[in-house]
């Protein structure tokens, strides 16, 4: 079954430092894999996606993932956190199942920076 | 930019009344989806659509449905609403794979 797991419900950091949100997946063949972010009572925004290519990938208010196949991670990243970065943080994976695309979400991370 | 309107932010129903959750996007994407979130489980997938008149169940389809008349619209239906599908309901749309998905703000139902 393919899947998604973010292992840490919250993650707290100081303010300038660097901050990591951690995710692995289970998919079978090519996972194509997307970070969202969502403030309080609002949609999800799309951050970044790795499809094929660089395993670092750069997205959106300074954000980077790191793909690694061999420990089936997608780990955001961004060197130094600000608070307006406090936010909900999901990871998804395409899932390919009776021959439609859909995407499957992790249960998402809390992310607080302490100014 | 790409836009999908939830017609409703906020909704209090009653037990047993008829809900109907409105999602329009303006990009003519033929992909639409209905998510509910709710705390500690992350999204879970109710039903997708990928052309007009056409439905797939997600994975908690059962208490819902839905109806897509038009390519831009996309409608989730409680026949009956239950006190257990209070929770916050995204919309969302996408161009084809790998396209990334665009959330409506959410509709956040609370059902007394």
């Known amino acids: 079954a393919q899947s998604v797991a973010q292992p840490e419900d919250q993650v707290n950091v100081a303010e300038g430092n660097p901050l990591t949100v951690k995710c692995t997946y289970s998919v079978s063949g090519n996972p194509y894999l997307f970070w969202y972010v969502q403030y309080p009572n609002r949609g999800l925004q799309f951050l970044l996606k790795y499809i094929t290519g660089d395993n670092l990938v750069k997205g959106s208010y300074g954000f980077e993932a790191e793909f690694n196949k061999s420990q089936t991670s997608f780990h955001l990243k961004k060197p130094s956190a600000l608070v307006s970065d406090s936010a909900l943080y999901f990871c998804a994976v395409r899932s390919l199942s009776g021959g439609y695309n859909k995407l499957i979400f992790g249960a998402g991370t809390r992310l607080a920076v302490h100014p | 930019d790409v836009k999908v309107t939830q017609s409703s932010r906020y909704l209090v129903k009653r037990t047993g009344e008829k809900v109907f959750l409105e999602c329009v996007q303006d990009?003519?994407?033929?992909?639409m989806f209905w998510y509910r979130q709710d705390p500690g489980l992350g999204l879970r997938l109710i039903y997708f659509s990928y052309d007009v008149k056409m439905k797939e169940k997600g994975d908690i389809p059962e208490g819902y449905s839905v109806s897509r008349e038009k390519k831009e619209r996309f409608s989730l239906i409680l026949e009956s609403a239950s006190t257990n599908q209070t929770s916050m309901y995204l919309c969302?749309?996408?161009?084809?794979?790998?396209?990334?998905?665009?959330f409506g703000e959410g509709s956040r139902l609370t059902v007394l």
């Open positions: 969302a749309s996408n161009p084809p794979p790998p396209g990334e998905l665009f």
């Open positions: 990009m003519d994407h033929e992909n």
